[in-house]
């Protein structure tokens, strides 16, 4: 399918379009280097690395990239021309939140870390955010040191280009855990949402009950990745103690989070004692405090169970339109939606919502 006809659907309601989880990286890891300090430079070169990019989906799986994304000599989704051909224009999009997936979490020296998260940030900004008022981007930081990481926040975070920061939801602790929470009261500070992504490189297998053994497995079991660290979240007390910070789920899914809800609830009435800034039923928290980007979507042959699914959430403010570019994740672009949402619900879903999770303001690019 070509990019002048994979966009934006005639019959959608002339709305702000933001797309919520757009993928963007370094055609190499010599991309970086002018970003870096010159001991850092020569400690890339010295020792051989040649990337840190992220394996979760691996290149020759069809889901990795939509067919005419990579470019020539690059892997998917490091051209802004290319990306403002196929995802931008046709999809008339006002603003993408971009991500950067690249492997800063998976080293074991801090200091690289370190440098390595600002050199990916200033690469992004100069490379992708500056050129470009649609995109708006997420701070990559080494939680190795949340100090440092905070510190890192706190840079960038006044600049109107980022919106977010970045952590993995494969992380070496739950997410709720307080070692975290100087990048939470940073992000905060700024204003910043904090971005909950697909990916990581903890150590810790996936699986609950030990490594998979093949990608079909680790595909699938990364939503329950998704839900342990949304009840760490939630039990740890970071809406509690970060009321401003909204939570966002990207490449989670959803549909698993109803059942959740219930089952946390119901225990919580037990074990309410043990939590107790947890002062109401967590539901009520996750829908004030948590959205999710859409794709990928797990949309069943009949519309109207995902719709049932939908309004079991008890809020239309949670879900946010995304493409997920560059990843092949539907070849209908009616299939980025959810099918029989009333009109109002859909006007959140495909922009209204991602407006005041990200405090998009009236939507001036300006």
Same mark, same amino acid.
């Given at each position: ?56 989906? !691996?290149?020759?799986?069809?889901? %990795?990239?939509?067919?005419? %994304? ?12 290319? $990306? ?28 690289? #870390? ?6 990916? +940030? ?10 470009? /008022?649609? $995109?708006? @981007?997420?701070?990559?930081?080494? #939680? ?23 952590? /993995? ?6 997410? @709720? +855990? ?21 990916? @990581?490189?903890? @150590?810790? !297998?996936? %699986? ?16 329950? #990745? ?5 009840? *760490?979240?939630? *039990? ?20 698993? $989070? ?7 609830? =119901? ?21 004030? %405090? ?57 006007? =959140?879903?495909?922009?209204? +919502? ?13």
């Amino acid at each position: 399918m070509t990019a002048a006809v994979f966009g934006r659907p005639a019959a959608w309601p002339d709305v702000d379009l933001v797309d919520t989880d757009v993928h963007i990286t370094p055609r190499s890891i010599a991309a970086l280097l002018p970003h870096l300090p010159p001991r850092w430079r020569d400690y890339v070169r010295e020792s051989g690395v040649r990337g840190l990019e992220s394996d979760l989906y !691996p290149p020759g799986s069809p889901l %990795s990239a939509r067919p005419g %994304s990579r470019p020539d000599g690059g892997p998917p989704a490091s051209d802004p021309d290319l $990306l403002r051909a196929q995802l931008l224009d046709p999809w008339r999009t006002r603003f993408a939140v971009t991500h950067c997936i690249y492997g800063v979490d998976g080293i074991h020296n801090p200091d690289w #870390a370190v440098a390595m998260a600002a050199a990916v +940030n200033d690469w992004q900004r100069a490379e992708w955010l500056a050129g470009e /008022p649609r $995109l708006r @981007g997420s701070i990559v930081v080494a #939680a190795q040191d949340p100090v440092r990481a905070a510190a890192e926040v706190d840079r960038l975070g006044p600049l109107r280009e980022f919106v977010q920061v970045l952590m /993995p939801v494969r992380s070496r602790l739950p997410l @709720g +855990n307080r070692q975290y929470w100087p990048i939470y009261e940073a992000a905060e500070r700024h204003g910043l949402a904090l971005g909950v992504y697909a990916g @990581g490189s903890s @150590g810790n !297998p996936l %699986s609950p009950v030990g490594a998979p053994s093949y990608y079909l497995e680790e595909y699938v079991l990364i939503a329950q #990745a998704f839900q342990g660290q949304l009840v *760490s979240l939630v *039990s740890e007390g970071v809406p509690a103690r970060f009321p401003d910070l909204p939570i966002v789920l990207i490449e989670a899914g959803f549909t698993w $989070l109803p059942p959740l809800m219930w089952r946390f609830d =119901k225990n919580w009435k037990g074990l309410r004692r043990e939590i107790p800034w947890v002062d109401r039923p967590p539901s009520q928290i996750i829908r004030r %405090s948590v959205r999710l980007t859409a794709q990928p979507l797990d949309e069943p042959a009949q519309p109207e169970r995902l719709l049932a699914v939908i309004d079991q959430l008890g809020s239309d403010d949670m879900l946010m339109f995304s493409t997920d570019y560059p990843h092949h994740q539907f070849d209908d672009p009616e299939q980025a939606a959810p099918q029989g949402l009333s009109d109002d619900a859909l006007a =959140k879903f495909l922009g209204g +919502n991602a407006l005041a999770t990200y405090r998009l303001g009236d939507g001036s690019t300006a």
